[in-house]
T-cell receptor, first 112, second 114 residues
Framework: GENVEQHPSTLSVQEGDSAVIKCTYS??????FPWYKQELGKRPQLIID?????GEKKDQRIAVTLNKTAKHFSLHITETQPEDSAVYFC???????????FGKGTRLSVIA | DAGVIQSPRHEVTEMGQEVTLRCKPI?????LFWYRQTMMRGLELLIY????????DSGMPEDRFSAKMPNASFSTLKIQPSEPRDSAVYFC????????????FGQGTRLTVV
């Protein structure tokens, strides 16, 4: 089955700097790659997703890139702000009858 | 729609007691997932349903865990008997169409077994 590895497990950046979180997956059939943000004590919520027919997607300060050949995808947050502090999860899935497999999460701390 | 609704939000129970967690998915969603979140293991899929039918329960840790979905608007996760190592946050999520579209999570149930 699918296996998703996520790095780093913790990340601290200064406010205004960029943050990058990387994930790798094992199943070449996976074609859907969402990223979830979980604030302390709250539920995970989708912030951006990408499908395998595109290599990059942007939404304001966040962007995701996908390299299907290497089986890795990354989340980029620019101009970080304190409210970006949270745990971020990557996930992978395919169109078969299987649900999303999540990475173990990255705890991002943005220091003002 | 109010989103995925879970109850209770918090549950503290004694070891050996039965615990039942409840979930109401978003109306129109036909896939429902139960996840367990711990610091050590992250978000683990326990079981998921498609059109009320259990598809994969290989993530259920032991026979003490069981889940049902009697209709499209309700699911339960039961632990009997509960043990301290079951302490975690349990999330229910739902999605529509193919299982691999956006999954919407409930607020979670924080379970503490003492």
């Amino acid at each position: 089955g699918e296996n998703v590895e996520q790095h780093p497990s913790t990340l601290s950046v200064q406010e205004g700097d960029s943050a990058v979180i990387k994930c790798t997956y094992s199943d070449s059939a996976s074609n859907y790659f969402p990223w979830y943000k979980q604030e302390l004590g709250k539920r995970p919520q989708l912030i951006i997703d990408i499908r395998s027919n595109v290599g990059e997607k942007k939404d304001q300060r966040i962007a995701v890139t996908l390299n299907k050949t290497a089986k890795h995808f990354s989340l980029h947050i620019t101009e970080t702000q304190p409210e970006d502090s949270a745990v971020y999860f990557c996930a992978a899935g395919n169109r078969g009858n299987t649900p999303l497999v999540f990475g173990k999460g990255t705890r991002l701390s943005v220091i003002a | 729609d109010a989103g995925v609704i879970q109850s209770p939000r918090h549950e503290v129970t004694e070891m050996g007691q039965e615990v039942t967690l409840r979930c109401k998915p978003i109306s129109g969603h036909n896939s429902l997932f139960w996840y367990r979140q711990t610091m050590m293991r992250g978000l683990e899929l326990l079981i998921y349903f498609n059109n009320n039918v259990p598809i994969d329960d290989s993530g259920m840790p032991e026979d003490r865990f069981s889940a049902k979905m009697p209709n499209a608007s309700f699911s339960t996760l039961k632990i009997q008997p509960s043990e301290p190592r079951d302490s975690a946050v349990y999330f229910c999520a739902s999605s529509m169409g193919n299982p691999n579209t956006e999954a919407f999570f409930g607020q979670g149930t924080r379970l503490t077994v003492v």
